[in-house]
């Protein structure tokens, strides 16, 4: 089929109209520019009423969230990272989870401006990975000792669900023997970063065993979003894009992933858009958002907006930003990714963020070509800020007291969506969690770290498994024999033990 012809066919006006309300949507932009008004000038003992209500692991309203975004005092915003701290050591504790991002495609239908990948960048190479180029792709990944990764694919005819749920198929099915020789390793998570779908195209997907599904809004601003998506392109479609992870849910995947690109508008406003999108998800289906990303924006190949837009995120700006979303959404993961440079994810992290990526190569094919970015310009949407290896990453976070973990237990266990949820506000998924870090950390170390990064790892690790033998749930709940057992099996060479 003829591509402007398939465009006309990718949007499903009913498959927005079931999720508005009269006819509304639910970025009600006036209440958003109302309550940062209202709330200016916060009074601190409110503000600790908030802290407190996101201690207690509860959503945060968007009037809450307002009086947050407006706290300019030096000493009550140390207090706020320091309830951020506190919330994500009780949700998530000190873990760090990893993942590597592949890029599949980038041929695209659209015309973000600020995209390396648009239609209109001629300077851009494309290209649509083989299978076999796929099967590369995960292969380097996996010798670096990742276990996760997430997919990413333009939008275009030739790399719709098809293709992507192949590419999974083809992800899942690679496996390489560990360096160390102790059995093998591969990829036991693939979440995916690519267009809106329709229902239909989401339950391949689903069936071919997604994890998470994201969709960035870019911004929640409708007349920013039209100005920076021209009309005339399937993303020119607000509305398609806002209701992407409802017609997900519906589509029966439950770990959903909303994000940002911050530098398109006001940084407030996308967080309170950001807010209200978890509000919408977890009225209509009773679940919010699995994870929250902030990309800022970077520069990308021909794009003046990337590095020109009025509304770039400022450092001090951003490690705000990061702190009420760790407080408004106390229960769901924060991603911080390598467009950051190292010292600044670094010390986000400790704002409360819980996923990163490491060794990231962003040019299609450019893991399995051994390709640094400045090497293959006219392939990566942006630059990254960060190139340092997994192992690098890992040692220093492990140095400031952060284990990194690789489990993907939760999801294979069924423990997704509002069973997950549940089981995160009453931080049960966090001490499962703990036990499995511990073990695929273990299998991290046997495999793959470096000398210096084991040394470290081995002090953290000893740590932890202390921690474990001493604390009441596990041994309550007797499942303190059950994660010896797996960690000794898998200190003498198993592999994928999880609980
Ligand atoms: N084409 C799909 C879409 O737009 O949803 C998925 C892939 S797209 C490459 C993934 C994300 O990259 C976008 O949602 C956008 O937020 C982000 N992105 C685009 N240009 C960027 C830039 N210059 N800097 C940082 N992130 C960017
Ligand atoms: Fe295409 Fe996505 Fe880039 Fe927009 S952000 S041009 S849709 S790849």
Redesign the pocket.
């Known amino acids: 089929m003829d591509v402007k012809e398939w465009m006309k066919q990718v949007i499903k006006p009913a498959e927005i109209e079931k999720y508005l309300i009269n006819g509304e949507d639910f970025i009600n932009e006036e209440s958003i520019f109302g309550n940062l008004e209202k709330y200016k000038n916060p009074d601190p003992g409110q503000v600790r009423d908030i802290l407190q209500k996101s201690l207690d692991i509860k959503l945060l309203s968007p009037e809450e969230t307002a009086v947050l975004l407006n706290v300019e005092d030096p000493a009550l915003l140390e207090e706020m990272r320091e309830a951020a701290l506190a919330v994500k050591k009780k949700v998530y504790d000190n873990r760090i989870v990893f993942f590597a991002p592949i890029y599949c495609s980038n041929p695209?239908v659209n015309r973000?401006v600020?995209?390396g990948?648009r239609s209109d960048n001629s300077a851009e190479r494309r290209r649509i990975l083989t299978m076999d180029e796929v099967r590369h792709e995960a292969e380097a990944v996996i010798d670096e000792g990742h276990k996760r990764v997430i997919a990413?694919?333009?939008?275009h005819p030739l790399s719709g669900a098809d293709y992507i749920a192949e590419t999974m198929r083809t992800i899942y099915a690679t496996k390489r023997e560990t360096p160390s020789g102790k059995g093998f390793n591969m990829i036991r998570r693939i979440n995916i970063?690519?267009?809106p779908m329709c229902i239909e195209d989401l339950r391949k997907l689903w069936r071919a065993g997604i994890g998470t599904f994201q969709?960035?809004q870019?911004t929640y601003h409708h007349g920013r979003y039209a100005e920076l998506h021209p009309g005339n392109t399937i993303?020119g479609n607000y509305r398609w894009r806002l209701y992407a992870m409802h017609r997900a849910m519906d589509a029966g995947i439950d770990d959903v992933a909303i994000g940002a690109?911050f530098g398109l508008y006001d940084w407030r406003f996308e967080v309170m858009g950001l807010v209200a999108h978890a509000h919408d998800l977890e009225r209509q289906f009773g679940i919010g958002p699995h994870t929250i990303s902030f990309?800022r924006?970077?520069p990308?190949l021909g794009?003046f907006v990337?590095e020109n837009s009025p509304y770039l995120v400022r450092d001090d700006a951003f490690k705000r930003l990061v702190t009420v979303l760790r407080l408004a959404v106390p229960y769901t993961g924060l991603i911080v990714t390598a467009?950051e440079n190292a010292a600044l994810r670094r010390e986000i992290i400790n704002y409360g963020c819980t996923q990163t990526d490491a060794s990231s190569k962003i040019g299609i094919g450019a893991y399995a070509e051994k390709q640094q970015q400045e090497e293959n310009p006219d392939k990566v949407?942006?630059t990254l800020g960060d190139e340092r290896s997994l192992d690098t990453v890992i040692r220093e976070l492990a140095e400031d007291g952060h284990i990194t973990s690789f489990c993907t237990a939760g999801y294979r266990c069924g423990r997704t969506g509002d069973k997950i949820m549940n089981l995160l506000e009453k931080g049960v998924e966090g001490k499962f969690c703990k036990l499995n870090a511990v073990l695929t950390f273990r299998e991290y170390l046997d495999d793959y770290a470096s000398p210096e990064t084991r040394r470290v790892g081995e002090r953290l690790i000893e740590k932890e498994l202390k921690e474990i033998e001493n604390t009441p749930f596990f041994t309550d709940k007797k499942l303190l024999p059950t994660f010896l057992t797996y960690y000794k099996r898998i200190a003498s060479g198993e592999r994928d033990l999880y609980m």
Do not use: H, I
């Not at 990413?152 to 939008?155: P, R, S």
């Open positions: 695209c973000c600020y995209c990948f990413v694919y333009g939008e970063n690519a267009a969709v960035f870019e993303k690109l990309p924006m970077q990308a794009s990337s467009r949407q942006f």
